[in-house]
């Protein structure tokens, strides 16, 4: 099989084709190493391959729905036995491989997906953008000066690439949707507790953190949560199941649904034009469709959120510095981590329990503010990012002049549609519906009420049948880099 040939499909795709006989697993396997040969050392996505995966793959189960297609995993939140975890930092770098898999990476393996090596991300995914000291910036395939996003910006790369047609991701703040928004891709957001985190974690960035993937097409999105959905043994709750498999529900469309839309992004967001008026032409074509569309937003107190969210944010990054540098028999240190990441880590260092007590009731507090604007709507429309990708070094972590607030400040101005739905814990998806005049992908989110996920997927296939976007590639792509 050709390179050019493999990238013109998606997951699914390329599973049909191995069930038929038409290629091989090992077929498709060298094809995703060979497209990391070709692209990876100009996008900088891939920091890592899995030793010896042959073997790994003879254990994958031959039934699964993605049996035999090419996958890539985020440097943080997934143990993949036999595969280190460095979270993009030198604090860890030469950690040890996994002993053992966690539970979604054993559902990966389960589906059929052939893990072949891991992805960048910026130190302790603590960025918008993936440009860690560590491994060095992640290029957005659409333009080699910008950023791919962040966290999962090493996925987000990959994925629009053509190196394979999904990668593992996880998001805290955003860092599905935002590389999703910047590469022209599908990321959904799950609910908080639709996939499993354990072993190892129960409720990561004190619930804020999910994990999931990164994909091109709605169709391998909805088969993807079908078959990793559900809590895992051990996990501290279980949210209800979905009355039918989210793939079964792409085949009808969605009910008329009540859409609100905004682009009010903060006080401390300056929303570009661009974004604006994307989220208003998404809109109408929303109300093309038939939906009910009108302009609202939910009101909540924003210093209370962002007082609970750095809280939240810095205590975690510090306690699993300490831990893991424990392990490892080293010391977090200005040598091992980057300059905001070290001082965000000390401001961590700082909070006593009834700090993190106080950031916890905040965080119910805005939950319980937000939740009523979901009773009045079924969803919500908004950009993912307040501007288009911004030139790498925009947002800098190793940048001395910032103290940890002002870190975290340009952070979350630059998203500032993202992170309040991972305090809230509910599903969000971006969709590549809209470009910039210059060509630049701009990613649409739609939220939903808790476990609605099924909405959220069935509104994202009558928008991906209305406004197609397959046919988009990025001008730094595998089919053009290689016969």
């Not at 996003?149 to 599905?176: E, K, L, Q, R």
């Not at 965000?344 to 700090?355: N, P, R, V, W």
């Not at 046919?471 to 880099?481: C, D, L, Q, Y």
């Amino acid at each position: 099989m050709k390179l050019s040939e493999y990238a013109n499909y998606d997951a699914l795709g390329l599973a049909e084709l191995v069930r038929n006989k038409d290629v091989s697993p090992i077929e498709l396997a060298e094809c995703a190493l060979d497209a990391i040969s070709v692209v990876n050392p100009t996008i900088n996505a891939v920091v890592g391959k899995v030793p010896d995966w042959p073997k790994a793959w003879e254990r994958n189960p031959k039934d699964g729905p993605f049996y035999g297609v090419p996958f890539l995993v985020k440097d943080i939140g997934l143990q993949v036995e036999g595969l280190p975890c460095e979270m993009g930092s030198r604090l860890l770098e030469g950690a040890p491989p996994a002993p053992q898999d966690s539970h979604l990476m054993t559902r990966f393996r389960a589906a059929g997906l052939n893990t072949l090596g891991r992805t960048n991300i910026p130190e302790m995914a603590f960025n918008v953008t993936t440009e860690p000291v560590m491994y060095g910036p992640t290029r957005n395939p659409w333009n080699l000066d910008l950023s791919a996003g962040g966290s999962s910006g090493g996925a987000g790369a990959a994925v629009s690439a053509g190196i394979v047609p999904m990668a593992h991701a996880t998001d805290g703040g955003g860092s599905i949707r935002i590389p999703a928004a910047h590469c022209g891709l599908v990321g959904l957001k799950p609910t908080r507790g639709r996939t499993p985190v354990g072993p190892e974690l129960a409720a990561p960035l004190h619930g804020l953190g999910v994990q999931f993937a990164l994909t091109r097409s709605v169709r391998d999105t909805a088969a993807l949560l079908d078959a990793v959905q559900g809590a895992g043994s051990g996990d501290p709750f279980a949210i209800a199941p979905p009355s039918a498999p989210y793939r079964t529900a792409l085949g009808r469309p969605p009910r008329r649904l009540r859409i609100a839309f905004s682009s009010y992004g903060g006080r401390h967001a300056r929303v570009d034009a661009e974004c604006s008026e994307a989220v208003q032409s998404t809109a109408r074509l929303c109300e093309s469709l038939g939906h009910v569309v009108e302009e609202a937003r939910p009101e909540y107190d924003e210093a209370t959120f962002h007082a609970s969210n750095k809280i939240l944010w810095n205590s975690s990054l510090a306690s699993g510095c300490l831990a893991l540098a424990a392990l490892l028999g080293r010391e977090p240190s200005p040598a091992n981590l980057e300059t905001c990441i070290w001082k965000c880590f000390q401001e961590g260092t700082g909070y006593t329990a009834l700090d993190l007590e106080r950031a916890l009731f905040l965080m119910n507090s805005v939950c319980r503010q937000v939740a009523p604007f979901f009773t009045r709507y079924d969803l919500l429309l908004t950009p993912v990012m307040a501007a288009p990708p911004q030139l790498l070094g925009t947002l800098n972590s190793d940048d001395a002049k910032l103290d940890a607030d002002a870190f975290y400040h340009s952070i979350f101005s630059h998203a500032p549609f993202t992170a309040l739905y991972n305090m809230t814990g509910q599903p969000a998806i971006s969709l590549p519906l809209a470009t910039t005049a210059s060509g630049l992908p701009l990613g649409m989110q739609f939220v939903a009420s808790m476990g609605d996920e099924a909405t959220l997927l069935q509104l994202a296939a009558q928008l991906e049948a209305a406004v197609p976007w397959a046919k988009n590639r990025p001008s730094f792509h595998v089919s053009t880099m290689a016969a």
